[in-house]
C-alpha cells in the first residue's frame, strides 16, 4: 500500500506572543488548539483577538 507519511507542523511564537515557544502538532488545528491554551494559562486570555489568530496562521509551517 501507498506509505503515509504524517507531516508535523511547528509555530514559533515569538512572532505571535513573544514566547521563546515553539508549538508543534500534527495538524494546524492542534496548533491553533494548543496555543489557545498556552494564551489562557499564560497570558490571561479568555479568547485569541483575530490578530493574534492571524499571527499565529503566518507562523505555522510544516517541520521536517
Do not use: F
Not at 505571535?16 to 500534527?26: D, F
Amino acid at each position: 500500500g501507498l506509505l503515509r507519511v504524517m507531516t508535523r507542523y511547528i509555530a514559533d511564537l515569538s512572532t505571535v506572543c513573544g514566547c521563546q515557544w515553539g508549538v508543534t502538532g500534527s495538524s494546524t488545528e492542534e496548533i491553533v488548539q494548543k496555543t489557545v491554551k498556552h494564551a489562557g494559562e499564560a497570558h490571561q486570555m479568555k479568547e485569541v483577538p483575530p490578530e493574534l489568530a492571524q499571527k499565529l496562521k503566518a507562523a505555522i509551517r510544516p517541520s521536517m
